[in-house]
């Protein structure tokens, strides 16, 4: 996404099964490569990790 991605927009490079589509690629955004998975972060279910991804984009919004 040329000019960012906004807060509550899906990612177009997210494949059906939520998987990046340019993982690990030199055009990946920096700060998709950045952010480090961590258990708080994803806790026990995919609920709770975009439960924390949405809060994340609210809090860094800008």
Do not use: W
């Not at 494949?15 to 480090?36: H, K, M, T, Y």
């Not at 995919?46 to 994340?56: G, N, P, V």
């Amino acid at each position: 996404m040329p000019q960012g991605k906004p807060a509550g927009v899906r990612c177009i490079q997210l494949d059906p099964a939520n998987l990046c589509r340019i993982f690990g690629s030199p055009e990946r955004p920096a700060v998709c490569a950045s952010l480090q998975p961590a258990a708080d972060m994803c806790g026990s279910s995919r609920e709770h990790a975009m439960h924390y991804l949405s809060t994340l984009e609210q809090l860094t919004a800008g």
